[in-house]
């Protein structure tokens, strides 16, 4: 078998037939299609085109059976047929049952192939999450969850727990499929905030247990980073210290609070009291950083200096 192939063959042959199951892939997910063809000969070479191939469960149910259409003048094929994996995962061994060789009075053949079914792979992916959260604030989060098999939602529940396993939340992954994609579906769940400042790494979970088609479970995490409510404004205008015109786009940064200025140069970010490092960055500007002590709201204007090969740069550009 080539490197690479997922079709599993396997082939009986007496010194007047031979029966060759084929089977891809030979991992499927549960309740997949499975596909199969079958080809048998005839030491006689015989023709066996109009006759059928049968395939037998592990209890010997029948499965699905499929005409012989092709003779190649040495073996007789079936065309591809598709059936259904099992749902319960596992290993299975079926059997394939091909007809005899009735010019030399030989029996049918009845050859077993293997296969395993396997849940159904999912992933779980967190985003939209806010940069920062205040001690105690309700804010809201994206969560989607696909399927390898591009299952529509069960629906599925996913569990948010924190670092040390305690549950956050739930939330039910229903039908509404995020644009763009062909199976990523989504819902936005609100969570709260601890009430204790710091960075937090917490999990979003995926239950696979008692879902009708069974899936994996899986896990993504993601970070919550929970700051001091805010007690005072501090507002930016930036101005380019030649033209004296307002830099529109600057980004202002006091960690880890950060935005970018209007078109009149404006910013403001809402920060604890005490001490602060303020960095103010245009996109053709150079950096400036700025140390202070906050008590209330306060107004700073920040002059920034022009970049010349910045902007001798976008100018050839």
Request: net charge negative; aromatic share 6%; charged share 25%.
């Amino acid at each position: 078998m080539p490197e690479g192939d997922d079709t599993t063959s396997h082939e009986v042959d007496t010194s007047t037939s031979g029966c060759t199951p084929e089977v891809s892939p030979s991992k499927v997910d549960s309740g997949a299609n499975l596909t199969l063809k079958g080809k048998t000969t005839c030491s006689s070479l015989e023709d066996l085109r109009g006759e059928g191939i049968r395939v037998l469960d592990q209890k010997g149910a029948l499965v699905e059976s499929s005409e012989i259409i092709d003779f190649d003048g040495e073996t007789n094929e079936t065309s591809e047929f598709v059936v259904k994996a099992p749902v319960l995962p596992g290993a299975y061994t079926w059997v394939m049952v091909c007809p005899g060789c009735s010019g030399r009075g030989v029996a049918e053949s009845r050859v077993p192939f293997s296969f395993e079914v396997k849940p159904h792979d999912t992933s779980v992916v967190v985003w939209s999450v806010p940069p920062t959260i205040e001690c105690g604030e309700k804010f809201s989060v994206k969560i989607g969850v696909k399927c390898s098999s591009e299952c529509r939602p069960a629906p599925w529940i996913v569990e948010i727990r924190d670092e040390d396993g305690g549950e956050q939340g739930t939330s039910t992954v229903a039908g509404e499929r995020w644009p763009g994609t062909s199976a990523l579906y989504y819902t936005e769940t609100e969570l709260s905030a601890p009430d204790k400042e710091g960075l937090y790494l917490w999990e979003a979970k995926l239950i696979g247990d008692g879902l009708a088609v069974p899936h994996t479970e899986c896990i993504s995490s993601f970070s919550v980073r929970v700051v001091p409510i805010p007690e005072c404004v501090l507002t930016i205008e930036a101005i380019d210290i030649i033209s004296r015109n307002p830099v529109e786009g600057a980004r202002v940064v006091v960690h880890p609070y950060e935005g970018l200025t209007d078109e009149t140069g404006i910013a403001e970010l809402r920060i604890p009291k005490g001490g602060y490092q303020l960095f103010v960055s245009g996109k053709e500007h150079f950096p400036v950083r700025i140390d202070g002590d906050i008590k209330e709201d306060i107004r700073i204007s920040v002059e920034l200096r022009l970049d010349l090969e910045l902007s001798d740069a976008d100018v050839w550009l």
